[in-house]
Each structure stands twice: as C-alpha cells, then as structure tokens.
C-alpha cells in the first residue's frame, strides 16, 4: 500500500534552518520524480522543489539558493529531504512530499513549518 509521511517541521525564527524528511513508500514513489509542496490555508497546494529519479535538483524561484532537495532510493520506497536554509516568514506553510507531476490525489498529514519574523 503507498504511503507517504513527512515529518522535520517546527517553528524557527527567521534566517533559521529546518530539515524535513518524507518517507514515501510504493513503487509510484520510487519510479517517479517526486517532490515538496507547501500550501497556507486558503491557497493552492504549489511546488517547491522536485528531484528526478536520479537526483537532479530543481527549484521554484523563491526557494533557489536557500533549500536543498535530496533523495534516497531503497527497494520500492523513496526518502526524500528538503534542507531549508535562510528561512523567512513567507516560507511559513503546510509542507508536503508527492510525485512530481502528481499522479495520484492521494497527500500525507504533511509537516507544519513556522518562521516568526
């Protein structure tokens, strides 16, 4: 059964850094390129960052150069990272890890990330 579960959230200050971490699990994950979302109540769920399948970063404009995307593929599962460094208070958000394009509607409990000015 696929499962997705992030975790690594928390509540930093701003210019501080967090390390969130997705442990996604199935053969969807671990063949696909996969990646972060982040989404504030009444907005859209929107793309932070993705990887390939075989490492190669990507990411949205108002994230390059402050977070780092990685992943780890074991078996059918995939492990994925996102190292957020220079954090502001903009960053503040739901986050959430997905194949990239998503492929099935299918979302974890994600992990709640807070930058205080």
């Known amino acids: 059964q696929d499962d997705l579960v992030e975790s690594g959230g928390g509540s930093v200050q701003a210019g501080g850094s967090l390390r969130l971490s997705c442990a996604a699990h199935?053969?969807?994950?671990?063949?696909?390129?996969m990646g972060w979302y982040r989404q504030v109540p009444g907005q859209q769920r929107d793309l932070v960052a993705w990887?390939?399948?075989?490492?190669?970063?990507?990411?949205a404009d108002s994230v390059k150069g402050r977070f780092t995307i990685s992943r780890v593929n074991a078996g059918n599962s995939a492990y994925l990272y996102l190292e957020m460094d220079n954090l502001k208070p903009e960053d503040t958000a739901v986050y959430y890890c997905n194949t990239r394009p998503v492929w099935r509607d299918s979302w974890g409990q994600g992990t709640q990330v807070t930058v205080s000015s």
């Open positions: 199935g053969v969807l994950f671990s063949l696909n390129n």
């Open positions: 990887v390939t399948n075989d490492g190669r970063p990507n990411y």
